[in-house]
């Protein structure tokens, strides 16, 4: 099951190394013929957007980890340039997202989108490349309107197709309506009949019914991302998301398998930069306090497995997490701070705070994005809204199992035995009277490194319920941020655009919510 997508053919990677040594204006200079696809192979572009979209250590680093993590607080830290720990603003991290999706894999996919048309004569058989092309494009921009809000999207990408290099800022309710719509009639639209990317798909395969799978998940995550804004909507969408077909299995799980040489490396692996012995880029993440208790107070079996700790004696022990919010002078204060027995000794007092295993961070490690974990507990929720019939006790214990047995995709040695699985579940039974807590703090876990979805659900649900910090110049007076900020350079380069988003959104800072995530 965790074996498929294994081997990629060495002609598509070869192409995706060329490409990469190749800036996005060198594609385009190829691409003559912005209707047709005879110009470069389109398998080509999707591997090298799946492969874009999975993030460089730039924007993994400054986005994923910085900022998300932190706030979320799966991960803690002491130095300062780690902003979202403690809420400062970094204007070039809080902006990387953005930088590398539009100036990098979004023209390629609206590119993509258009030469693949089935509509235009000669493209008859490409009707998958153009659906797996669609399903794609949404779950891109899902990722920049859920983190800024209002963002360039009906007219963005469009600067080589239609010159248009001042794209209007879209409402982000009509951005998520259009995105729904687009994953509906693109699942409908996938043929299994016809030809399909084969191993220059580099999540699926070109498995065409996986793709299904994925494209009616991601309408699941969707829908519920509206429950707080518009409810009837969110049941629409979430009936026909179940109803259309979700992920059946940890099989079905989308994530890209990195390190299969050429290929490009894990972005979160090329932070953490692990050479055998010791993280050589970053060594400062440590496991947060929260995440580390939250875990502990449960017994889940998964807490040991993540931490990686070398203790006061250097021999390790029982995970030990850091608090948020503290620096290198104030942690000293902290009661968790150990007292070294031995002064006369090297050992430094940061090595007492878990640190994560390695083997979750590699360069060669999977970037996951989406799982059927996840649609568990999204099915769960639905059960418990009465938007779907079923047993959300089942799907809570079907979402846990997924995802403590998904560990294993990391490495065989880091699933959890089913054994411990069960005995987690006896101990934490279901209570559909306090499924909101229930579900949200399984799905907190469940997306432990991949933070883009952490950071968005806690938005949406308000669980795990977190503690703030309230660190010396923050940017959100002690809260914790409620989306990005905007790139500076959009107010000269698209001023008009920009100055009529936050006329509409709102400030540009940290507490302005965007549009699903509604204060109750």
Not at 165 to 194: H, R, V, W
Not at 213 to 242: E, I, Q
Not at 393 to 419: C, F, H, I, N, W
Request: include cysteine.
């Amino acid at each position: 099951m965790m074996n498929r997508r294994k081997n990629i053919l060495a002609i598509v990677l070869t192409s995706i190394i060329v490409f990469s040594t190749c800036n996005t204006k060198e594609l385009q200079d190829l691409n003559i013929n912005p209707t047709a696809a005879d110009e470069i192979d389109p398998g080509f572009i999707l591997a090298y957007t799946q492969i874009q979209t999975s993030g460089e250590r730039y924007e993994n680093w400054r986005a994923v980890l910085i900022y998300q993590s932190t706030m979320i607080q799966h991960f803690a830290t002491l130095p300062t340039y780690w902003a979202g720990d403690k809420y400062l603003y970094i204007q070039s991290y809080s902006a990387s997202l953005w930088e590398r999706a539009y100036r990098n894999y979004i023209k390629d996919l609206v590119n993509l989108i258009a030469i693949t048309d089935p509509s235009i004569e000669g493209n008859e058989d490409l009707v998958n490349y153009y659906n797996i092309a669609r399903i794609w494009k949404v779950f891109a921009f899902h990722r920049l309107t859920d983190h800024y809000g209002d963002v360039p999207y009906s007219e963005a990408g469009k600067g080589f197709l239609e010159s248009n290099f001042n794209p209007k800022y879209d409402p982000q309710s009509e951005i998520y309506a259009d995105m729904l719509k687009e994953l509906e009639e693109a699942a409908a639209g996938l043929d299994a009949t016809k030809p399909n990317p084969g191993k220059q798909d580099l999540i699926y395969g070109g498995d065409i019914s996986k793709w299904k799978k994925f494209a009616y998940s991601m309408m699941l995550r969707l829908g519920m991302r509206l429950v707080k804004v518009a409810p009837n909507d969110a049941s629409t969408w979430v009936g026909k998301a179940l109803s259309g077909g979700v992920m059946e299995s940890n099989d079905d799980i989308c994530y890209i398998q990195h390190g299969l040489p050429p290929d490009r490396t894990n972005g979160i692996g090329e932070v953490f930069n692990w050479n055998g012995e010791r993280y050589a880029t970053d060594d400062s993440p440590r496991l947060s306090e929260t995440f580390v208790n939250m875990l502990s107070s449960k017994n889940d079996p998964r807490l040991e497995i993540y931490s990686w700790r070398q203790g006061v004696d250097g021999m390790g022990g029982p995970a030990k997490g850091m608090p948020n919010g503290y620096d290198a002078t104030t942690i000293k204060t902290h009661p968790s701070w150990p007292v070294d027995p031995d002064p006369s000794d090297e050992f430094d007092p940061i090595d007492d705070y878990s640190r994560i295993e390695p083997l979750f961070v590699l360069r060669s490690s999977p970037m996951i994005f989406m799982t059927y974990a996840e649609v568990c507990f999204l099915t769960a929720e639905a059960i418990e809204r009465n938007w779907y019939s079923g047993d959300a006790a089942v799907e809570y214990e079907k979402g846990v199992r997924a995802a403590m047995k998904q560990l294993g995709l990391y490495d065989a040695s880091l699933e959890v035995p089913d054994t411990d699985v069960d005995a987690y579940l006896t101990a934490n039974p279901y209570n559909s009277a306090e499924w909101e807590r229930i579900l949200g703090e399984e799905f907190w876990v469940a997306t432990f490194l991949n933070e883009y979805e952490a950071y968005a659900n806690w938005r949406r649900t308000g669980y795990p319920q977190l503690t703030p910090v309230n660190y010396p110049g923050n940017e959100s007076n002690g809260q914790i941020p409620r989306r990005l900020r905007y790139p500076a350079a959009e107010q000269s380069l698209n001023p008009d655009k920009y100055t009529e988003a936050i006329n509409r959104q709102g400030p540009d800072e940290f507490m302005t919510r965007i549009w699903w995530d509604v204060e109750l």
